[in-house]
């Protein structure tokens, strides 16, 4: 499975991004995707999952009513929409996809920078 992300920017505090998550390869086998984040100095942090059969979703207390995981399955495809953005955001996203007795995937990551 290849994951490639792309969405991420600059933007202003109070600002919107959406994130975008294209998945190639052996996609039939995808259980759950995700996105994780990683900020300057600590550690990476999980934002949000979803599965991909029933659409189930979970989000980290910081980004709950802010932030929404969707998926498109007909185009292999996950979005994080990102609202009411602020600083503490910032970080590298990761998009991750899990398959069953495989170690989870990622990808390269993007940048989201919120500024002041």
């Known amino acids: 499975v290849q994951l490639v992300e792309s969405g991420g920017g600059l933007v202003q505090v109070g600002g919107s991004l959406r994130l975008s998550c294209a998945a190639s390869?052996?996609?039939?086998?995808?259980?759950?995707m995700g996105w994780y984040r990683q900020a300057p100095g600590k550690q990476r942090e999980l934002v949000a999952t979803?599965?991909?059969?029933?659409?189930?979703?979970n989000y980290a207390d910081s980004v709950k009513g802010r932030f929404t995981i969707s998926r498109d399955n007909a185009k292999n495809t996950m979005y994080l929409q990102m609202n009411s953005l602020k600083p503490e955001d910032t970080a590298v996203y990761y998009c991750?996809?899990?398959?069953?007795?495989?170690?989870?995937?990622w990808g390269q990551g993007t940048q989201v920078t919120v500024s002041a």
């Open positions: 390869g052996s996609t039939w086998g995808i259980n759950v």
């Open positions: 979803i599965t991909r059969a029933a659409g189930s979703t």
């Open positions: 991750t996809a899990e398959v069953a007795m495989r170690p989870r995937y």
